[in-house]
């Protein structure tokens, strides 16, 4: 029995989930019927257990639910990332071969083939529910599509046994139960938005309320509804910053939360001891598409100012180790690479496997190529993130991708992107460029314009910065440092 159907039984007439954006509730009870019908339309349309479904569309209540049908038939769920250009759509969708897409108007927009999922529920209604299927914990049912560091796309693969893993580590840590109230707004392609936005709080009978995307103001005022009774909220430091500067902000109106949970990016402990000053615990935390939760800080104002700047720690259910360049494990204070080990771990990469086993030590450890050093308290701290890989606004950005679309132009020798400190977004690209002879770096929204055509916006680069050469080292690497120094003094 799925924990959706464990909770219909418990306590049928409970909210269960809310969706703001079209003013629509609903129970334990009726959400499970609506769930075990869309898997009857799945199976009608021949989905069976291994096929992959895929989503484009902006948060709605239709994507939980049919993400949780595709589990209970066996399928795949594959959201896609509405953000993302049509050639980069069209890359993914061909790696993933999904059987179905469902989409919002974002599909009519590319012009692709698919089911309204605006259409699900009605078209569902009259179906007749079959007798449930129970998957095996380890039947893979979630593939989160992000860039690898070579640029390429790459789906994590997560099993219903990972994903009730990341419920339970989140719960731990998050203070979740039966009265906590989500709003779930984080993009719904992303862990936060599907997976630690919904699963605790469906997991143990407490409610989602689902919106279709952060807009300060509006935010600001549901998290500030009592009628709404908003308890967990998670965002990245920039999305909390900006509520903050709304002229309504009014930490008064912000006791009924539980916590305002950040992560996606680094968090300034100046910027933490703003919300701690008004009473207010800012939580962050530190997890990824592969592992779901893994770090957080404890829900206690004077913890949180004791160690502000930290991530917390793991549960007991997560194994973790730091190891140091020479395979050696760090000791207190010392950097080293986050390792782990746990029954949250993803099973592979999709239809990367010499890839994925590269991630795994010998002795089974999953390498996340992120660095952190442990306190003496045994809190954790990230002090540097994969390489090269930055952060604009809580998207990751890889500047080998960026890169290889900017070497198309016929006027571009040679290029290097480097991410640098911006006061919105946090970070954003600087990209820096070797010209053939006979160009000069003068029309830079022509650039612009071009890159727009194969990448998402978030991706394009804030500055451009026309050099001579780009800085190597004896083996031939470019020397991203020095171009961060060269930034730094212009």
Known sequence: MGFLSVQARIRPHKLAVEDLTFNRRWTYAEFELCVAQIATKLRQQHVVKGDRVACLSKNRAEIVAL????????????????????????????????????????????????????????????????????????????????????????????????????????????????????????????????????????????????????????TLNRISDETLGITHYFCVPQMANALRQEPTFDPLKLKGLTALFTGGAPHPEVQIRTWLNDGIPIVDGYGMSEAGTVFGMPIDLQLIAQKAGCVGFATSRVKVRLIKDDGCEAECGEPGEVQLKGKNITQGYWRREEEFLASLTDDGWFCTGDIATKDADGYYRIVDRKKDMFISGGENVYPTEVEAVVLKLESVLECSLIGVPDERWGEVGCLFIVLKSGYQLEDKQAILSFLEIHLARYKLPKYMKSIDNLPRNGGGKVMKHVLRAAFKTD
């Open 67 to 218: 993400h949780i049908a595709c589990a209970s038939v066996g399928a795949i769920f594959v959201p896609l990332n509405w953000r993302l250009s049509l050639d980069e759509l069209k890359r993914i969708m061909t790696d993933c071969e999904p059987r179905l897409l469902f989409a919002d108007n974002i599909g009519e927009k590319h012009g692709l083939q698919y089911l309204k999922i605006a259409d699900l529920f009605e078209e569902t209604q009259h179906l007749k529910p079959q007798s449930e299927s129970v998957s095996d914990p380890k039947t893979p049912s979630l593939m989160l599509y992000t860039s690898g560091t070579t640029g390429n796309p790459k789906g994590v693969i997560l099993s219903e046994g990972n994903l009730d893993e990341a419920a339970i580590n989140f719960t731990i840590l998050g203070k979740v139960d039966i009265q906590s109230r989500f709003l779930a707004e984080a993009p719904m392609f992303h862990i936060i938005g599907l997976v630690t936005s919904v699963r605790p709080a469906l997991y143990f009978g407490a409610t989602i309320l689902i919106s279709d995307g952060f807009i300060p103001e509006r």
